[in-house]
Antibody
Framework: EVQLVESGGGLVQPGGSLRLSCAASGFTFSNYWMHWVRQVPGKGLVWVSRINSDGSSTSYADSVRGRFTISRDNAKNTLYLQMNSLRAEDTAVYYC????????????????????WGQGTLVTVSS | QSVLTQPPSVSGAPGQRVTISCTGSSSNIGAGYDVHWYQQLPGTAPKLLIYGNTNRPSGVPDRFSGSKSGTSASLAITGLQAEDEADYYCQSYDSSLSGWVFGGGTKLTVL
């Protein structure tokens, strides 16, 4: 059974840092791209960042680029999100998610979708 | 404001059929990127409901179906049940943003 368990959330002051972890089990972690998605309580889902299977390629939403860093340790089956220069608007539940892909009708473009999600960890940025 | 637009809420009586729309633009759905749907029950993480516009993962009842046309997509739920009461999100990829995008979510109320 695929399991994703986030940890590391908590209360942090504006300008502070926090590192989230996502422990993966039940599948070959090193074969999959992974993402972070966040959700302000009571609001919608927002994509944050993604990393490819060997960690050599990453991308970020504009709102976090330059402040957040996604990484992974395939030997430890763990995904990370280092969050620096935190702002009140970063307050949210952070989910890690595994993606699976298929090729679209053209046969050339890989289409990724979130097939498994963790339970989330709450990050609160407040003084 | 979300890149993909969904109605904030829909409702229906048990047994009825409801649809949830997801409207995008020429840089996401209209560019040919597929749409996926997720169900989020109260207090839980999202769960994959439909992938690749129309495909159901194993375990998802055939009461749920998806479609896509032009710059929009839709999720249809037939034979509404109380357990379907949840938030539903559409998701695609946006080439202008070079990132994955979600709709704002639709709260389904079973009357």
């Amino acid at each position: 059974e695929v399991q994703l368990v986030e940890s590391g959330g908590g209360l942090v002051q504006p300008g502070g840092s926090l590192r989230l972890s996502c422990a993966a089990s039940g599948f070959t972690f090193s074969n999959y791209w992974m993402h972070w998605v966040r959700q302000v309580p009571g609001k919608g889902l927002v994509w944050v960042s993604r990393i490819n299977s060997d960690g050599s390629s990453t991308s970020y939403a504009d709102s976090v680029r330059g402040r957040f860093t996604i990484s992974r340790d395939n030997a430890k089956n763990t995904l990370y999100l280092q969050m620096n220069s935190l702002r009140a608007e970063d307050t949210a539940v952070y989910y890690c998610a595994r993606v699976t892909y298929y090729y679209d009708s053209s046969g050339y473009t890989a289409v990724y979708y979130f097939d498994h999600w963790g339970q989330g960890t709450l990050v609160t940025v407040s003084s | 404001q979300s890149v993909l637009t969904q109605p904030p809420s829909v409702s229906g009586a048990p047994g009825q059929r409801v649809t949830i729309s997801c409207t995008g633009s020429s840089s996401n759905i209209g560019a040919g990127y597929d749409v996926h749907w997720y169900q989020q029950l109260p207090g839980t993480a999202p769960k994959l409901l439909i992938y690749g516009n129309t495909n159901r993962p194993s375990g998802v009842p055939d009461r749920f179906s998806g479609s896509k046309s032009g710059t929009s997509a839709s999720l249809a739920i037939t034979g509404l049940q109380a357990e379907d009461e949840a938030d539903y999100y559409c998701q695609s990829y946006d080439s202008s943003l070079s990132g994955w995008v979600f709709g704002g979510g639709t709260k389904l109320t079973v009357l």
